[in-house]
């Protein structure tokens, strides 16, 4: 279970490196599809800190847990 949430952690920073790259590319074509991707640029780090600080709650709970 820890390691399905790492993944998703890390699936989070690649859409926001993906976002990264879309607006640095589309800023100067299209600033309308630009601002979408600051967006989930924004939302993916966003998600990535708030599942990181899940993951390491549940982490210390489990082993709170076991002792």
Known sequence: M???LRYT???????AVVSL???????N???DRAYL???????????FIFKKSYRK???NRQ???KQ
């Open 2 to 4: 820890i390691k399905v």
């Open 21 to 27: 790259f879309t607006i640095y590319e589309e800023w």
């Open 29 to 31: 074509v299209d600033r």
């Open 37 to 47: 991707f600051v967006f989930f640029a924004v939302i993916s780090i966003g998600m």
């Open 9 to 15: 952690e890390y699936l989070y920073l690649a859409v």
């Open 63 to 65: 082993k709170n847990n």
């Open 57 to 59: 709650k549940f982490e």
